[in-house]
Nanobody, 123 residues
Framework: QVQLVESGGDLVQPGGSLRLSCAAS????????IGWFRQAPGKERERVAC????????YYADSVKGRFAISRDREKNTMYLQMNSLKPEDTAVYYC????????????????WGQGTQVTVSS
């Protein structure tokens, strides 16, 4: 059974850091483009970061550039999102997802999704 399971979401103060994890099972992340997305209440799901498996290129949303970093551990079959200098506007449910053929991770094209993990940035 193909599954992506996120963890690491929490309540954190502005300026703090969190690392989200996404463990894959039932398939290997190798060969897939991997992405992190988020959805705040009343807003559409947006792409936060994408790592291309073909050329290693990374995409970040302008709002998180310089603060967030996407990575993967091939041995653990897990992907990560390191989030630093968190802001209240980063508050959302964060999702990991994978796609085979789209190197820029468009939301509508992703093949597999995790269930989401809540990140709340508040003092």
């Amino acid at each position: 059974q193909v599954q992506l399971v996120e963890s690491g979401g929490d309540l954190v103060q502005p300026g703090g850091s969190l690392r989200l994890s996404c463990a894959a099972s039932g398939f290997t992340l190798n060969g897939y483009n991997i992405g992190w997305f988020r959805q705040a209440p009343g807003k559409e799901r947006e792409r936060v970061a994408c790592l291309s498996t073909t050329d290693g290129r990374v995409y970040y949303a302008d709002s998180v550039k310089g603060r967030f970093a996407i990575s993967r551990d091939r041995e653990k079959n897990t992907m990560y999102l390191q989030m630093n200098s968190l802001k209240p506007e980063d508050t959302a449910v964060y999702y990991c997802a994978t796609v085979l053929y789209h190197t820029t991770c468009p939301v509508s094209a992703m093949d597999y999704w995790g269930q989401g993990t809540q990140v709340t940035v508040s003092s």
